[in-house]
């Protein structure tokens, strides 16, 4: 479409494009290429060793953050998904007046407010209604981390589900299918690849909290960029590095996958 | 179909949940600074206990406040001093048993009967440690003896300075360099210390302790404000970093160990407490985070090169006030101070 | 789905309850916090007041003294005034980066879109705090430079409003880039031919017919861009070393180190209603359709 006579085509744009595409993959690269350093300060390059990733692994605090973030993602992600896939369907149905928009600005909400805000808000909440006394350790992050994760998870799904013609659904209706029935053998199927996708995006979204996490943690369930940032503060190894290099890696190959799935299974 | 299957599986995972919560180990959660999360001290624990040790770790006696008063429920916490009265008024810390209060008879001097816990009734003191500045000797040439020349810098001196932005501990460095006790609520001492930090200002590089350890040992500061045991860690990484004792005198503070009042295992606590109070394993404790162990016994096990170290010597004679509880309102007007220094 | 359509206030339900219950309820409590009075060393009691809203604008001197304070109102200044910087430059560089990626042919563009989103879903945390590791004395940059001999000692480029500026640029760019793509890749690019044909050079159909026409997704752009970064957190507290007090940090050192909950919620009220200024400014202008 931009050949070099093409009335598009404008010059140094290709140029700022690669150089901002570098800018931004410049951090991500420093941090993988970083944690194979055979020296301590890690800006000076002195040898490959993959010996910090031996280290981390043998990490039981690292191992334990891992875990919990495991567990807070994918109980997040499966509440949020859940419930963003009601919200979806519900959305286009028939509500009382005024209860469309102000559910729309709801979901919208999460994204606009900063996230030391809601991060605040929710250790002042969780501490006046004392849920620390439930006990429910890491379900207390888990529940902070649901309510962020559900307009990300939302996203992906409306948008798939504004593809669906209604006139599939017409034709359950007089294949005598009843509701239930009907969403369960033609919605749903179809809707896999958004429901998919905002389940990552929701996935990757809990994974990735920070500030929220930290304000809002009970005892022994920190979670990983709680405990990057502790070690941050003491001061950055090369340890940290391949504990952030996984981490990073994780995170790619889960929106590579997104992408491939949604773009495959386009309808 | 998949439904029915999935609640099914639900079902079976919470009900094994509730076996494993069943044969849970007991456990210990502890809250501490980041250096004094000596992961060897605490196997050792765990091996002869049989206690699983969870730690937390917090950067400031502040934050841990926070995390107490919004339910954390830490068996161990390890506050600075002037927080124990703090922490006690608020019902956030339980008395300590009989037992080990009478432990606190056997302390070092320098941290027998603190003020601002005489009789240990919350609180046994663990290490405790001054307040001085890191010279990086590559990068300063002049000989450092005064907090003096850690304040007034040369006009057009770059900015090389690092301070640290625990407003109590600038603080009471800032009473000492003009000769004022700590915690004074007098508006010209406020405003004399004001001045002092302003005219500091242009010459620091950084505020903050977030990696500054790090920052000592990779040459980033040439001066640092520094406690007195991460000076020694920055010393093991890097030979040109040198503690010194200003000539007007350093803050002393103490770390204390703490039971806070939302402890679920009390006696686990108390296990712990009598296990790092032993001299053996004080000392071994005190090696990893560069701080006096507040046992002499424990002292005295160090190795030599460590016990002698000047990190761990506060000058004979040298003005070494203990850090103390400021009232609240003069914590607000330091406060204050700061929020307009950093302006 | 006519069934279905009857259940929608029941789909809704369990929606509205989370949200209710553990995101709106949190954010009425700061507001009702924001009435009440300080407890030192955290928390808050009655009476209410509004005494964390003059300490806005006042400040009680060490005399005892009321007097104009304005540290707070300039912490809100540079919060907006990085904000801004940081949106002007990702409008510079984000609109060759979306303009680029909508005339590439139609195979590439998936693959640049997928390309610029990776690094938006990994951590932010430690894409940031990579920059330290760029930009400090023995970083990176510095390394480079002095082995290459152009400068013979370190340049400081950590903890001022570089540093800070750059992280924010680094941290909202994709949120830039993203609207404006798809708002580029949707117009009509005849237009620009036909501009072309009306002999029109490359910098008048620029100015005449793209921009105008990708100006709903610029301002999308701008606002996604601008609103958060008022409230940012992680690049002003890591690459400020503690001197850029952004709004962010200046919240959370008022429900931390501080212990001064209402002024905290006070100051959460203000940057909530910035944003919420900020938002409607904009959606007046067009561009929120972009938005969702």
Same mark, same amino acid.
């Given at each position: 479409?931009?050949?070099?006579?093409?009335?598009?085509?404008?010059?140094?744009?290709?140029?700022?494009?690669?150089?901002?595409?570098?800018?931004?993959?410049?951090?991500?690269?420093?941090?993988?290429?970083?944690?194979?350093?055979?020296?301590?300060?890690?800006?000076?390059?002195?040898?490959?060793?993959?010996?910090?990733?031996?280290k981390a692994?043998e990490n039981e605090d690292l191992r334990r953050a891992t875990l919990n973030s495991?567990?807070v993602?994918?109980?997040?992600?499966?509440?949020?998904?859940?419930?963003?896939?009601?919200?979806?369907?519900?959305?286009?149905?028939?509500?009382?007046?005024?209860?469309?928009?102000?559910?729309?600005?709801?979901?919208?909400?999460?994204?606009?407010?900063?996230?030391?805000?809601?991060a605040?808000?929710?250790m002042?909440?969780?501490?006046?209604?004392?849920?620390s006394?439930?006990?429910?350790g890491v379900?207390q992050v888990?529940?902070?981390?649901? %309510?962020?994760?559900?307009?990300?998870?939302?996203?992906?799904?409306?948008?798939?589900?504004?593809?669906?013609?209604?006139?599939?659904?017409?034709?359950?209706?007089?294949?005598?299918?009843?509701?239930?029935?009907?969403?369960?053998?033609?919605?749903?199927?179809?809707?896999?690849?958004?429901?998919?996708?905002?389940?990552?995006?929701?996935?990757?979204?809990?994974?990735?909290d920070f500030i929220i996490t930290q304000m809002v943690a009970p005892p022994g369930s920190m979670t990983l960029p709680v405990y990057i940032y502790s070690m941050v503060r003491k001061g950055i190894t090369?340890e940290i590095n391949a504990v952030s290099?996984?981490l990073?890696?994780?995170?790619?190959?889960?929106?590579?996958?997104?992408? %491939?799935?949604?773009?495959?299974?386009?309808? | 179909?998949?439904?029915?299957?999935?609640?099914?599986?639900?079902?079976?995972?919470?009900?094994?949940?509730?076996?494993?919560?069943?044969?849970?180990?007991?456990k210990l959660f502890i809250y501490t600074w980041d250096t004094y999360k000596n992961d060897d001290l605490f196997k050792?624990f765990e091996?002869?206990?049989?206690i699983d040790v969870v730690t937390d770790i917090y950067s400031s006696n502040d934050a841990l406040i926070a995390k107490i008063k919004a339910g954390g429920a830490y068996d161990i916490v390890m506050p600075s001093?002037?927080y124990?009265?703090?922490l006690?008024?608020?019902?956030l810390?339980?008395?300590?048993?009989?037992?080990?209060?009478?432990?606190?008879?056997?302390?070092?001097?320098?941290?027998?009967?603190?003020?601002?816990?005489?009789?240990?009734?919350?609180?046994?003191?663990l290490f405790?440690g001054?307040?001085?500045?890191?010279?990086?000797?590559?990068?300063?040439?002049?000989?450092?003896?005064?907090? /003096?020349?850690?304040?007034?810098?040369?006009?057009?001196?770059?900015?090389?300075?690092?301070?640290l932005d625990d407003?109590?501990t600038?603080?009471?460095?800032?009473?000492?360099?003009?000769?004022?006790?700590?915690?004074?609520?007098?508006?010209?001492?406020?405003?004399?210390?004001?001045?002092?930090?302003?005219?500091?200002?242009?010459?620091?590089?950084?505020?903050g302790a977030t990696g500054y350890v790090e920052r000592?040992?990779?040459?980033?500061?040439?001066?640092?404000?520094a406690w007195?045991g991460d000076?020694f860690l920055a010393?093991?990484?890097?030979?040109?970093?040198?503690?010194?004792?200003?000539?007007?005198?350093?803050? %002393?503070w103490?770390d204390n160990l703490a039971i806070p009042?939302t402890s679920?295992n009390?006696?686990n606590a108390?296990?712990f407490i009598?296990?790092v109070?032993?001299?053996?394993?004080?000392?071994?404790y005190a090696?990893y985070s560069g701080y006096?162990? /507040?046992?002499?016994?424990?002292?005295?096990?160090?190795?030599?090169?460590?016990?002698?170290?000047?990190?761990?010597?506060?000058?004979?004679?040298?003005?070494?006030?203990?850090?103390?509880?400021?009232?609240?309102?003069?914590?607000?007007?330091?406060?204050?101070?700061?929020?307009?220094?950093?302006? | 789905?006519?069934?279905?359509?009857?259940?929608?206030?029941?789909?809704?339900?369990?929606?509205?309850?989370?949200?209710?219950?553990?995101?709106?309820?949190?954010?009425?409590?700061?507001?009702?916090?924001?009435?009440?009075?300080?407890?030192?060393?955290g928390?808050?009691?009655?009476?209410?007041?509004?005494?964390?809203?003059?300490?806005?604008?006042?400040?009680?001197?060490?005399?005892?003294?009321?007097?104009?304070?304005?540290?707070?109102?300039?912490?809100?200044?540079?919060?907006?005034?990085?904000?801004?910087?940081?949106?002007?430059?990702?409008?510079?560089?984000?609109?060759?980066?979306?303009?680029?990626?909508?005339?590439?042919?139609?195979?590439?563009?998936?693959?640049?879109?997928?390309?610029?989103?990776?690094?938006?879903?990994?951590n932010?945390l430690i894409?940031?705090y990579?920059?330290i590791?760029?930009?400090?004395?023995?970083?990176?940059?510095?390394?480079?430079?002095?082995?290459?001999?152009?400068?013979?000692?370190?340049?400081?480029?950590?903890?001022?409003?570089?540093?800070?500026?750059?992280?924010?640029?680094?941290?909202?760019?994709?949120?830039?880039?993203?609207?404006?793509?798809?708002?580029?890749?949707?117009?009509?690019?005849?237009?620009?031919?036909?501009?072309?044909?009306?002999?029109?050079?490359?910098?008048?159909?620029?100015?005449?017919?793209?921009?105008?026409?990708?100006?709903?997704?610029?301002?999308?752009?701008?606002?996604?861009?601008?609103?958060?970064?008022?409230?940012?957190f992680l690049?002003?507290q890591l690459?400020?070393?503690g001197?850029?007090?952004?709004?962010?940090?200046?919240?959370e050192n008022?429900f931390g180190q501080?212990?001064?909950?209402?002024?905290?919620?006070?100051?959460?009220?203000?940057?909530?209603?910035?944003?919420?200024?900020?938002?409607?400014?904009?959606?007046?202008?067009?561009?929120?359709?972009?938005?969702?």
């Amino acid at each position: 479409m931009a050949e070099a006579d093409s009335p598009s085509r404008l010059p140094g744009v290709a140029t700022t494009a690669y150089l901002s595409l570098a800018f931004l993959y410049i951090p991500i690269l420093v941090v993988i290429v970083f944690s194979f350093n055979a020296n301590s300060l890690i800006t000076v390059w002195h040898g490959f060793t993959t010996d910090w990733y031996v280290k981390a692994f043998e990490n039981e605090d690292l191992r334990r953050a891992t875990l919990n973030s495991m567990i807070v993602a994918a109980g997040a992600t499966f509440f949020s998904t859940i419930i963003a896939l009601m919200a979806a369907i519900g959305m286009r149905g028939r509500l009382p007046r005024g209860l469309a928009g102000s559910s729309q600005l709801m979901m919208t909400l999460p994204l606009l407010i900063p996230e030391i805000v809601i991060a605040v808000a929710t250790m002042t909440f969780f501490a006046l209604i004392g849920l620390s006394k439930l006990e429910i350790g890491v379900g207390q992050v888990l529940i902070a981390h649901t %309510v962020f994760c559900v307009p990300f998870a939302y996203s992906p799904i409306r948008a798939r589900l504004e593809t669906l013609q209604p006139s599939l659904f017409e034709a359950a209706a007089d294949l005598y299918a009843t509701p239930w029935h009907a969403f369960r053998r033609v919605t749903l199927p179809l809707m896999l690849p958004g429901i998919t996708s905002g389940a990552m995006l929701a996935f990757i979204t809990s994974l990735d909290d920070f500030i929220i996490t930290q304000m809002v943690a009970p005892p022994g369930s920190m979670t990983l960029p709680v405990y990057i940032y502790s070690m941050v503060r003491k001061g950055i190894t090369p340890e940290i590095n391949a504990v952030s290099a996984i981490l990073l890696v994780i995170s790619i190959l889960l929106v590579v996958s997104s992408y %491939v799935i949604n773009q495959r299974k386009a309808v | 179909m998949k439904i029915r299957s999935f609640i099914f599986a639900i079902s079976v995972a919470a009900l094994l949940s509730g076996v494993a919560h069943a044969e849970e180990k007991q456990k210990l959660f502890i809250y501490t600074w980041d250096t004094y999360k000596n992961d060897d001290l605490f196997k050792k624990f765990e091996d002869e206990t049989g206690i699983d040790v969870v730690t937390d770790i917090y950067s400031s006696n502040d934050a841990l406040i926070a995390k107490i008063k919004a339910g954390g429920a830490y068996d161990i916490v390890m506050p600075s001093g002037p927080y124990i009265p703090l922490l006690a008024g608020e019902k956030l810390l339980n008395p300590l048993p009989a037992d080990l209060q009478a432990m606190g008879e056997k302390m070092a001097a320098n941290v027998k009967n603190p003020g601002f816990d005489p009789k240990n009734e919350f609180s046994l003191p663990l290490f405790y440690g001054t307040t001085g500045i890191a010279v990086n000797t590559k990068l300063v040439k002049e000989d450092i003896t005064s907090w /003096s020349q850690f304040f007034t810098r040369p006009e057009g001196e770059k900015k090389t300075l690092g301070v640290l932005d625990d407003t109590g501990t600038v603080m009471d460095i800032a009473a000492i360099q003009l000769g004022k006790p700590y915690c004074e609520d007098n508006p010209e001492t406020y405003k004399a210390i004001q001045a002092l930090l302003l005219a500091q200002k242009p010459f620091v590089k950084v505020y903050g302790a977030t990696g500054y350890v790090e920052r000592m040992a990779a040459n980033d500061v040439a001066m640092q404000m520094a406690w007195s045991g991460d000076a020694f860690l920055a010393r093991k990484q890097n030979k040109d970093i040198k503690y010194i004792y200003p000539k007007e005198g350093v803050e %002393v503070w103490i770390d204390n160990l703490a039971i806070p009042s939302t402890s679920k295992n009390p006696e686990n606590a108390k296990k712990f407490i009598e296990f790092v109070l032993k001299p053996e394993n004080l000392a071994q404790y005190a090696e990893y985070s560069g701080y006096v162990p /507040s046992l002499d016994a424990a002292k005295d096990m160090m190795p030599a090169e460590i016990k002698d170290a000047p990190e761990f010597n506060i000058p004979a004679g040298l003005n070494a006030p203990v850090s103390a509880t400021c009232a609240p309102k003069v914590v607000k007007n330091q406060q204050k101070i700061w929020d307009r220094m950093l302006k | 789905m006519q069934g279905i359509r009857n259940a929608a206030p029941w789909l809704l339900s369990p929606f509205l309850l989370v949200m209710g219950v553990f995101f709106a309820a949190p954010l009425l409590l700061v507001v009702g916090y924001s009435f009440m009075t300080a407890h030192y060393p955290g928390g808050v009691e009655f009476p209410l007041t509004f005494e964390a809203y003059t300490k806005i604008f006042y400040d009680t001197d060490f005399d005892g003294n009321k007097v104009f304070d304005s540290s707070f109102l300039l912490i809100c200044w540079k919060s907006l005034k990085l904000a801004g910087l940081c949106t002007i430059l990702c409008l510079f560089a984000g609109f060759p980066m979306a303009y680029f990626m909508a005339t590439r042919p139609a195979h590439q563009r998936n693959l640049w879109m997928m390309l610029v989103t990776i690094p938006f879903w990994t951590n932010l945390l430690i894409r940031t705090y990579s920059w330290i590791l760029i930009l400090r004395d023995e970083g990176l940059v510095n390394n480079l430079l002095m082995s290459a001999g152009i400068i013979s000692s370190p340049l400081t480029l950590m903890c001022g409003d570089f540093a800070v500026g750059l992280g924010l640029l680094y941290s909202y760019l994709p949120f830039m880039v993203l609207p404006i793509y798809a708002n580029l890749e949707r117009m009509d690019w005849r237009l620009v031919e036909a501009a072309s044909d009306l002999y029109a050079t490359r910098w008048q159909t620029l100015r005449k017919v793209t921009i105008p026409l990708s100006m709903p997704g610029i301002l999308a752009g701008s606002i996604l861009v601008f609103i958060p970064s008022i409230g940012s957190f992680l690049a002003p507290q890591l690459l400020g070393c503690g001197q850029q007090m952004m709004l962010g940090n200046k919240i959370e050192n008022l429900f931390g180190q501080a212990g001064d909950w209402p002024f905290g919620s006070a100051a959460s009220v203000a940057l909530m209603a910035i944003v919420m200024i900020g938002l409607m400014i904009m959606s007046r202008r067009g561009g929120i359709k972009e938005l969702v």
